[in-house]
Each structure stands twice: as structure tokens, then as C-alpha cells.
């Protein structure tokens, strides 16, 4: 984009969406789809291609369809459909019309199997599954031709309806397209069409023992639904002739396959067979766990829809593979919650501070602002007390010169209230500090200060009698490799042992009291926490979202 163009340029597949607008190539609005295989909870790789796939809709005056790629029975289930639609609608997105399933189209696939043998274009191979396997050749020499592949139309129409019928074991015959064994594209080679499995299907029930192949399923159903652009991940590119040659063969309506990178995230496994192997063997607690990537988890975190669009649209839509840095994706939750979030005081490693002067028995209201991003956001009050709590690392006993906040006869502002100055400490018998003890200034309330002191620090804190005590969740990288692609031994030997941390006794300002699960809030000086689902009525839980700067940089 150059500096004086108002306009972001396009991305390459929204240039071929204008260039085909333009040229009258679509005769139709634009449609595209989404169409996760219900075998795993939605990631945040599936984000991109829900952004995508939903916005060019929208961007368009297009259509977006829900299609559930659902040719696999043994892994899939309804648990996964209702946790996919729930993730695309808490995006923000509606589908067009009711969600759709592959499975929808079985009967017509089934037709079209049989056309294409009545065509000379496919037939039904008997080889054992070894065979079948050596004769496909490899990358670099020919496959052979099957011994049944010119046996009579005729025949291969029967085995197809003996194959539906039951009448045949799981890999006892297959159906293959006819199209080239020299092909120097494997897929090419004969590829497998249908396939038995006598397994019951989450919808069609006991209705089939024969599934369309992803390839024979995928491209007809888009052309059943009039898709205009069919979007899907790079390693789909080498299909793509299969895709054409069977829309070409049966007639259909003609959607196009384009391709782009998939996203990939630092310190993070994009993958929902591994995603699923975390969950079974309890290395996280369930599919929604905070230090999931899942859509599910990462809500659960404190992630905003927003905050994952814009995250998305960041990342660009490219052709080649690359690697995204996890801090665009936190940088684009601290954007957002900064806008949303209203400040409180939570103190997460509390030291008790007495001051010495302020009377024990009085108490005062002080005004607090919200959200110094959003006046709407208003203000509310908060108790101030001689006994407060604030962070134990706030303090040091010999503090550099640079530590601009409390040490012995140093002077801080309390945040809305006092300048304080400490004038004495209490060790135990192991040298850790247990209390700290402080004067206050009389004149130095905030907003009404007329002590004329200058203070380079100011401090959170919380009124001790007036605290409310919260478990809090702090959560790190779920893994301690950045790029989780390119390892090559068990990935369950990469889990970062330390990606959970548990503080039972984090002191929060009351109004937290009223705060539901989902609820979020900035812990000022600290960053963005939310209320987790697990609270109970006398304790709440918080998740840390993110802090407020990468501390991870630093280590
Ligand atoms: P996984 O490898 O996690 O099993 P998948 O590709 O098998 O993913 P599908 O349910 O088939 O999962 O994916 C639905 C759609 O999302 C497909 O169009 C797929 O290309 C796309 N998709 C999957 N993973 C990513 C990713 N990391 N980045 C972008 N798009 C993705
Ligand atoms: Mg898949």
C-alpha cells in the first residue's frame, strides 16, 4: 500500500474476486464456504479460514455456506458440529440458510459414482490393498495399471451396488477413477473414490457402509451449493487437477479450488489430531483449557472475536507457508481489551503495608476512573484504609537507583489516593519481608494534591479489610519450541512444564464482588484477566488473558 492510497490494496484471492466480478465470469453473487471436518474443536487456524471465507462474503454482497465435511465416521461427532457452529456465530458470522452436511449429498455422489462408470470414467478394483499400494508407483516412477481396470461397465456397476449393499468387508474392493497411472501427479494415479466402512454415521446412521473419499465428496458438494470460489489450505493445491477433472467429467456447475498459506503460530500446534491427543492424555483440562489454541479455549482465556479478526486480518492471506509470531495475536487482544476493559486494583503477590499515621478506625471513599480510554465507562469509588495490600515486588530493601518505587525512606503515590513514605519494615526469621510501614501525606490526595511533592512511582494496591480474596490463573506458551512444525521427535516432549500457575490468594478491590464469569477487566499495572466459569459464589476465579507488556521478550 503506498502512503498516499486511502484504499488497502487486495489480497490476491480478493484480486481474483474483482477480476472475475469485472470480466462477468461469475454470473452469480460471490459464494463461498466453510467446511470443517467434525473431528476436533475449531483452532485458530480455522479462524483464518472462517475470516476469510465469511468476510469475502460479506465484502462482496456474497454468501457464505456452513458444510460440514463429514466422510469419515469413525472420527467425527455432533459434540464437534455444535462446538464448530458455536465458534462461527461467537465470531460473529451467519450462515446462509441451514448448516450443511457432505453426507447431505451421499445419494447423488452415489449417482454420479455410477455415471462415471457408465462413462468408461471409473471402476471397481478388487487388487488387494498391498497391491493396489505398489502399483501406484512413487513421485518419481509410474504407477501400473490395475488388472481390473478395463474389466466390463457392467461388472464394476454390480460390485458398486454389492459394496452399498453390505455384501463385502471393509478394503475388500475400492472404486477408482480411470484417468492416467503415468501421471506425475500421485493423485491422479486411479485415485480411490468410494470406500467401505461399515461403521454408523453421526447422521445417516446405519444408512451407508460405503464413504465418498474427501476427494470425490469435496468438489461436488461445492458444486451443488453453486460455490463460486472454493478457499482452502496450500497442501490442497496438488488435488486441484482431481477437483476439475470431476466436475469436467460429470458437467457440474464449475467452482474453482484456489489455495492459500496456512496459519501457523509460534509456540503452538495447529493440528486437531494433536489437539486431540493433549485432551486425551490430560496433558490440558479439556478442549476448552485456557492454553489451548481452540476457539473454545482461548475464549475461555479472554480472547475477544474482535481481538481474532483483526489478528487475521494482520496476518494477510499469502501463498506461502510462513510462521506467525504469538505476539501479533497478543498485541491484537491488548488493542481491543485496552478500549474495552475496565481498570481495577488486584494485587497478586500481596505484602501487607500499615500506615502509621492514617487513623485505624477511619475509612474513605476515593474516585476511581474506569476507563481512561472511554469516558462512557464513568467512575467508581473506592475504600481507602491505614491497612492496605500492595505487589510484594513493589518493594526493595536495597533498591537501585533506578527502582522507582518503595524502598526504606522512599516516597511512592498510592494510584487515586496518597503519597506515601516508607519509614520502616519487618523481616521473619528467614529474612523475607512479612510487613511495611509508612507515612502518609495529609495534603497529597490525588485530584486535590497541595503538598507540591514530586513522586517518579505509582503503586496499586487495595484496602485490606475491604479486599476480597480470588484464585487467580496465570498461563504461559503451552509449548517451549517456537516453531512446532519443524520438530521432528515426539511433540508431547516440547510441553512447557510451567504453562499454568496458580495464586489462591490474590487481593482484589470489592467491586469485584459483583463480577460474572466472562467478565474482564484490566488489573491495573498487571493486565487483562477474566472471570472464569469455574468460580463459586464465595470464590472467583480469574484468567489471566495476557499481560499488559510482552514479558516474554525479556526472558
Ligand atoms: P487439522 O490439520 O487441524 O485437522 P484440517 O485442515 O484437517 O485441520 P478441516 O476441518 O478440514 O481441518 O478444515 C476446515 C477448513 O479450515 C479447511 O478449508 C482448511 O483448509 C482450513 N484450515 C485448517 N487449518 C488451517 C490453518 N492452520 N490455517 C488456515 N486454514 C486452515
Ligand atoms: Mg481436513
Given at each position: 500500500m503506498s502512503e498516499n492510497d486511502a484504499k488497502p490494496s487486495l489480497n490476491f484471492i480478493e484480486q481474483l474476486i474483482e477480476d472475475d466480478i469485472k470480466n462477468n465470469k461469475l454470473q452469480r453473487p460471490v459464494h463461498t464456504r466453510f467446511p470443517p471436518e467434525p473431528n476436533g474443536y475449531p483452532h485458530i487456524g480455522h479462524a483464518k479460514s472462517i475470516v476469510l471465507n465469511f468476510g469475502l462474503a460479506e465484502k462482496y454482497g456474497g454468501t457464505c455456506n456452513l458444510r460440514f465435511?463429514?466422510?469419515?465416521?469413525?472420527?467425527?461427532?455432533i459434540e464437534y458440529v455444535e462446538a464448530i457452529k458455536k465458534d462461527v456465530e461467537w465470531l460473529g458470522y451467519t450462515w446462509d440458510g441451514d448448516a450443511l452436511y457432505a453426507s447431505d449429498y451421499f445419494g447423488q455422489l452415489y449417482e454420479w459414482a455410477k455415471k462415471l462408470i457408465a462413462d468408461s470414467k471409473a471402476y471397481v478394483d478388487d487388487t488387494p490393498v498391498e497391491q493396489i499400494r505398489e502399483e501406484r508407483g512413487t513421485p518419481t516412477q509410474p504407477g501400473k495399471e490395475s488388472?481390473?481396470?478395463?474389466?466390463?461397465t457392467e461388472e464394476s456397476l454390480e460390485l458398486l451396488e454389492e459394496m452399498r449393499q453390505g455384501k463385502h468387508p471393509d478394503g475388500a474392493m475400492v472404486l477408482r477413477a480411470?484417468?492416467?497411472?503415468?501421471?506425475?501427479?500421485?493423485?491422479?494415479?486411479?485415485?480411490?473414490l468410494y470406500r467401505i466402512r461399515h461403521v454408523e454415521h453421526h447422521?445417516?446412521?446405519?444408512?451407508?457402509c460405503i464413504y465418498p473419499t474427501y476427494d470425490f465428496a469435496h468438489g461436488q458438494s461445492d458444486s451443488i451449493e453453486g460455490i463460486t470460489h472454493s478457499l482452502c489450505t496450500l497442501e490442497f493445491e496438488v488435488h486441484r487437477p482431481l477437483y476439475d477433472w470431476l466436475i469436467e467429467q460429470l458437467g457440474i456447475f464449475p467452482s474453482k479450488q484456489t489455495e492459500f498459506a496456512r496459519l501457523n503460530l509460534g509456540y503452538t500446534v495447529v493440528s486437531k489430531r494433536k489437539l486431540l491427543q493433549l485432551v486425551e492424555g490430560n496433558y490440558v483440562n479439556g478442549w476448552d483449557d485456557p492454553r489451548m489454541p481452540t476457539l473454545s479455549g482461548i475464549r475461555r482465556r479472554g480472547y475477544t472475536p474482535d481481538a481474532i479478526k483483526n489478528f487475521v486480518h494482520k496476518v494477510g492471506v499469502a501463498r506461502r507457508d510462513s510462521l506467525t509470531d504469538v505476539a501479533l495475536l497478543e498485541y491484537s487482544v491488548r488493542e481491543d481489551l485496552n478500549k474495552k476493559a475496565n481498570r481495577v486494583m488486584g494485587v497478586l503477590d500481596p505484602i501487607k503495608l500499615t500506615i502509621t499515621n492514617y487513623p485505624s478506625d477511619k475509612e474513605e471513599m476515593l474516585s476511581a476512573i474506569n476507563n481512561p480510554e472511554d469516558e462512557l465507562a464513568g467512575k467508581r469509588e473506592l475504600p481507602f484504609s491505614n491497612e492496605i495490600f500492595i505487589e510484594?515486588?513493589?518493594?526493595?530493601?536495597?533498591?537501585?537507583?533506578?527502582?522507582?518505587r518503595l524502598g526504606p525512606e522512599r516516597e511512592v503515590r498510592l494510584k487515586y489516593a496518597y503519597i506515601i513514605k516508607c519509614v520502616d519494615y519487618k523481616k521473619d526469621d528467614n529474612g523475607n519481608i512479612t510487613e511495611i510501614f509508612c507515612t502518609y501525606d495529609p495534603n497529597s490526595k490525588s485530584g486535590q494534591d497541595t503538598s507540591g511533592k514530586k513522586v517518579k512511582g505509582t503503586l496499586s494496591w487495595v484496602s485490606a479489610k475491604h479486599a476480597t480474596s480470588v484464585e487467580v490463573r496465570l498461563y504461559d506458551r503451552l509449548f517451549i519450541t517456537e516453531n512446532m512444525n519443524e520438530v521432528e521427535d515426539d511433540f508431547l516432549k516440547h510441553l512447557n512444564p510451567d504453562s499454568l500457575q496458580i495464586l489462591d490468594d490474590v487481593k482484589v478491590e470489592?467491586?469485584?464482588?459483583?463480577a460474572e464469569p466472562g467478565d474482564q477487566f484490566q488489573f491495573e499495572r498487571q493486565g487483562y484477566f477474566i472471570v472464569d466459569p469455574d468460580s463459586a459464589a464465595d470464590k472467583k476465579v480469574f484468567n489471566r488473558t495476557v499481560t499488559l507488556r510482552d514479558n516474554w521478550a525479556k526472558k
Open positions: 465435511d463429514d466422510t469419515n465416521p469413525e472420527k467425527e461427532s488388472s481390473r481396470r478395463n474389466r466390463p480411470k484417468i492416467d497411472m503415468a501421471s506425475p501427479n500421485m493423485h491422479m494415479r486411479d485415485p480411490v447422521r445417516t446412521g446405519k444408512d451407508w510484594r515486588g513493589d518493594f526493595m530493601e536495597d533498591p537501585p537507583r533506578k527502582f522507582f470489592p467491586s469485584l464482588s459483583d
